[in-house]
């Protein structure tokens, strides 16, 4: 069985035995039948428990060899010491993805390293996989699947992710990454490699998103990413940098966390690009989802302040980009709106042509964007707006958006006042362009958008 097929017997299961199904229901309880139930997944559920013979109304069976259909999936949630007998029956029922949720094993003591290694053999033995130990297991929003002991709020985003762990799951305090996900815990067995080649041609994926502490089988990885990179945008969270976090990923996975220049220059190599931090996990995600790639470093800025020009100028130094410089038809499209003193340019401080020249902000507004986001020489464009009132915009919106579909560059904006939330929620909602918190965030992200797009370019 190739990996595709392979993976797809954890992320798109039509049976499921719960081994060592929990009796304990509701709040709390961290049933993951309850779970199954309560996200209405459609496939069919067996429950394996010897000390029980129904829970939540389903028949249970006292050891999978009981079930009498096919399994696709496996789950076993039981005391570690457990594990290899149930592997072990797993494999003579043929079931050949198994998920193993305990803790304990290499992420532990020497008793669990070797735990571990037994099931690992054992399942290789009798030609199934194994998912963790150590894990949530996997989570499927676009077919109500989830593995994982917490209930999780699942949302149809395109958004693959591959971790090792479950926080990402859980979710992040911005928004809802979780479309699909794999949480990968020690990897035993199943590795970033496994799930990058289910992503990579998955319709319902966009974006790709790994946390890594650390990968075992490093050349797999570099072919799979290299090749899976030109097709989708790969982004990687690596953790564990120093000599502490590589201690303490030791002790939460087992991975062997390896030297942190190894991984930068490894990710450079297959087009991975990496993120510093979770902010930028998550700012980075939601441009390549919201927003067209950057075919160049020249950036517009257009501001009501001076003073948030200049920040985004040493922004841009420090991201390697630049500011445009403005055709002569755009200059001169911009001059016919200023006063005779302003010399507009780029950035385009617009206060003065709607507060001194007198000229209707819409106007100025709309005029400015259509002309700096023509002009061949800027390839993306930073808003920088006074978030005064959230009514005041509205009116001019419908404009803004049309303007911004007008043009394949993608647009992000930063907002600063005393009604920064209120209208930042009510622009997030447009879809074409996206709001951040610090200008130095907006940037990044741009920078980010034009570093994928020599990616895929570098190799036409």
Same mark, same amino acid.
């Given at each position: 069985?190739?990996?595709?097929?392979?993976?797809?017997?954890?992320?798109?299961?039509?049976?499921?035995?719960?081994?060592?199904?929990?009796?304990?229901?509701?709040?709390?309880?961290?049933?993951?039948?309850?779970?199954?139930?309560?996200?209405?997944?459609?496939?069919?559920?067996?429950?394996?428990?010897?000390?029980?013979?129904?829970?939540?109304?389903?028949?249970?069976?006292?050891?999978?060899?009981?079930?009498?259909?096919?399994?696709?999936?496996?789950?076993?949630?039981?005391?570690?010491?457990?594990?290899?007998?149930?592997?072990?029956?797993?494999?003579?029922?043929?079931?050949?993805?198994?998920?193993?949720?305990?803790?304990?094993?290499?992420?532990?003591?020497?008793e669990?390293?070797?735990?571990?290694?037994?099931?690992?053999?054992?399942?290789?033995?009798?030609?199934?996989?194994?998912?963790?130990?150590?894990?949530?297991?996997?989570?499927?929003?676009?077919?109500?699947?989830t593995?994982?002991?917490?209930?999780?709020?699942?949302?149809?985003?395109?958004?693959?992710?591959?971790?090792?762990?479950?926080?990402?799951?859980?979710?992040?305090?911005?928004?809802?990454?979780?479309?699909?996900?794999?949480?990968?815990?020690?990897?035993?067995?199943?590795?970033?490699?496994?799930?990058?080649?289910?992503?990579?041609?998955?319709?319902?994926?966009?974006?790709?998103?790994?946390?890594?502490?650390?990968?075992?089988?490093?050349?797999?990885?570099?072919e799979?990413?290299?090749? +899976? =990179? $030109?097709?989708?945008?790969? %982004?990687? *969270?690596?953790? #564990?940098? /120093?000599?502490?976090?590589?201690?303490? @990923?030791?002790?939460?996975?087992?991975?062997?966390?390896?030297?942190?220049?190894?991984?930068?220059?490894?990710?450079?190599?297959?087009?991975?690009?990496?993120?510093?931090?979770?902010?930028?996990?998550?700012? +980075? =995600? $939601?441009?390549?989802l919201? %927003?067209? *790639?950057?075919? #160049?470093? /020249?950036?517009?800025?257009?501001?009501? @302040?001076?003073?948030g020009?200049?920040?985004?100028?040493?922004a841009?130094?420090?991201?390697?980009?630049?500011?445009?410089?403005?055709?002569?038809?755009?200059?001169?499209?911009?001059?016919?709106?200023?006063?005779?003193?302003?010399?507009?340019?780029?950035?385009?401080?617009?206060?003065?042509?709607?507060?001194?020249?007198?000229?209707p902000?819409?106007?100025v507004?709309?005029?400015?964007?259509?002309?700096?986001?023509?002009?061949?020489?800027?390839?993306?464009l930073?808003?920088?707006?006074?978030?005064?009132?959230?009514?005041?915009?509205?009116?001019?919106?419908?404009?803004?958006?049309?303007?911004?579909?007008?043009?394949?560059?993608?647009?992000?904006?930063?907002?600063?006042?005393?009604?920064v939330?209120?209208?930042?929620?009510?622009?997030?909602?447009?879809?074409?362009?996206?709001?951040?918190?610090?200008?130095?965030?907006?940037?990044?992200?741009?920078?980010?958008?034009?570093?994928?797009?020599?990616?895929?370019?570098?190799?036409?």
């Open positions: 069985m190739n990996s595709v097929d392979q993976m797809k017997l954890f992320m798109e299961p039509r049976s499921v035995a719960i081994i060592g199904a929990s009796r304990a229901t509701g709040p709390g309880s961290l049933n993951i039948l309850q779970h199954l139930v309560n996200a209405r997944f459609a496939g069919r559920l067996y429950p394996v428990n010897p000390n029980a013979r129904k829970i939540l109304r389903m028949k249970c069976y006292p050891s999978v060899l009981d079930v009498p259909d096919n399994i696709d999936l496996a789950v076993i949630s039981t005391p570690r010491s457990l594990v290899p007998q149930l592997v072990e029956e797993c494999t003579r029922r043929a079931i050949r993805a198994i998920t193993v949720v305990a803790q304990g094993l290499a992420d532990g003591d020497e669990g390293k070797e735990l571990q290694s037994e099931i690992v053999r054992i399942a290789r033995e009798g030609g199934s996989r194994i998912l963790g130990p150590n894990t949530f297991g996997t989570v499927n929003a676009f077919n109500n699947l593995t994982a002991f917490l209930e999780l709020e699942m949302k149809k985003v395109p958004i693959g992710i591959i971790a090792q762990t479950g926080l990402f799951f859980v979710g992040l305090p911005m928004c809802s990454l979780l479309g699909k996900g794999i949480d990968l815990g020690n990897a035993c067995d199943i590795e970033f490699a496994d799930g990058l080649e289910y992503f990579e041609h998955d319709p319902d994926i966009r974006v790709i998103l790994l946390h890594v502490e650390g990968i075992r089988e490093g050349r797999r990885f570099m799979v990413a290299r090749r +899976v =990179a $030109k097709r989708k945008p790969i %982004l990687a *969270l690596k953790t #564990g940098k /120093g000599d502490e976090g590589a201690r303490a @990923t030791q002790s939460h996975t087992g991975s062997l966390a390896g030297k942190d220049e190894v991984y930068d220059a490894a990710f450079k190599q297959c087009g991975v690009i990496r993120v510093n931090d979770v902010d930028e996990y998550e700012d +980075v =995600a $939601k441009a390549f919201r %927003l067209p *790639l950057m075919k #160049g470093r /020249g950036i517009g800025v257009i501001t009501l @302040t001076g003073a020009g200049i920040i985004t100028l040493d841009c130094e420090k991201y390697n980009l630049c500011l445009a410089k403005l055709s002569p038809d755009t200059l001169s499209k911009l001059g016919a709106l200023a006063p005779p003193w302003q010399s507009l340019g780029n950035p385009a401080d617009i206060w003065a042509p709607m507060m001194i020249a007198g000229h902000f819409d106007e507004f709309s005029t400015t964007l259509a002309a700096f986001l023509a002009d061949p020489n800027v390839h993306g930073i808003i920088i707006f006074y978030a005064f009132s959230p009514e005041v915009p509205i009116s001019l919106m419908g404009g803004v958006l049309k303007v911004i579909d007008r043009f394949e560059k993608p647009v992000v904006c930063w907002l600063y006042g005393p009604k939330e209120q209208l930042a929620s009510m622009m997030d909602k447009t879809g074409n362009i996206v709001v951040y918190p610090t200008l130095d965030r907006a940037v990044r992200a741009l920078s980010r958008l034009n570093d994928y797009f020599q990616i895929i370019e570098g190799d036409r």
